[in-house]
């Protein structure tokens, strides 16, 4: 089985530059100042390439994201009571579940989408997410939005 994502927070010094080039990228897409990604990159001054291998996979941490939301994508087994064990994972961590959504299971996987409200008596969620992705059944999870 693949190893599992792991999550790490680093001060923006040890960041590379071209994933902070990403991330104003995203903030200008974000902000409607510019309406495509050739605009944002060339304003940023990177490839099309660049942010599109690496715009999954950097976000910007703020320190206030309780009353926040996260959204996650998530490969799974078909298996009796794993749906219902990804649930009690996020009720443990005290997150509210403001959407979920099931695939239908093809060859025995289903995909899981799930927006969780962030709330502030919220546990870690870094935490949250590494217990699920821990979790056996569950093939991957990826972060698709944190607002």
């Known amino acids: 089985m693949a190893e599992k994502s792991k999550y790490f927070v680093v001060k923006q010094k040890a960041v590379p530059e071209v994933l902070l080039k990403v991330v104003e990228a995203k903030r200008l897409l974000d902000s409607s100042k510019v309406m495509t990604v050739q605009e944002a990159t060339?304003?940023?001054?990177?490839?099309?390439?660049?942010?599109?291998?690496?715009?999954?996979?950097?976000?910007?941490?703020?320190?206030?994201s309780k009353g926040k939301?996260?959204?996650?994508?998530?490969?799974?087994?078909?298996?009796?009571?794993?749906?219902?064990?990804?649930?009690?994972?996020?009720a443990k961590y005290k997150g509210n579940i403001l959407t979920i959504h099931q695939t239908i299971p093809i060859n025995g996987v289903a995909s899981l989408t799930l927006t969780v409200d962030l709330l502030p008596t919220t546990?870690?969620?870094?935490?949250?997410?590494?217990?699920?992705?821990?979790?056996?059944?569950?093939?991957?999870?990826?972060?698709l939005a944190k607002e």
Do not use: A, C, W
């Open 123 to 143: 546990g870690d969620v870094s935490s949250m997410i590494e217990e699920i992705e821990r979790q056996p059944g569950i093939h991957y999870l990826k972060i």
């Open 69 to 90: 939301s996260i959204t996650f994508v998530l490969q799974m087994n078909d298996e009796p009571g794993l749906l219902s064990d990804v649930i009690k994972t996020v």
């Open 42 to 64: 060339e304003q940023v001054g990177i490839s099309r390439s660049s942010f599109y291998k690496y715009k999954d996979d950097i976000f910007p941490f703020h320190d206030n």
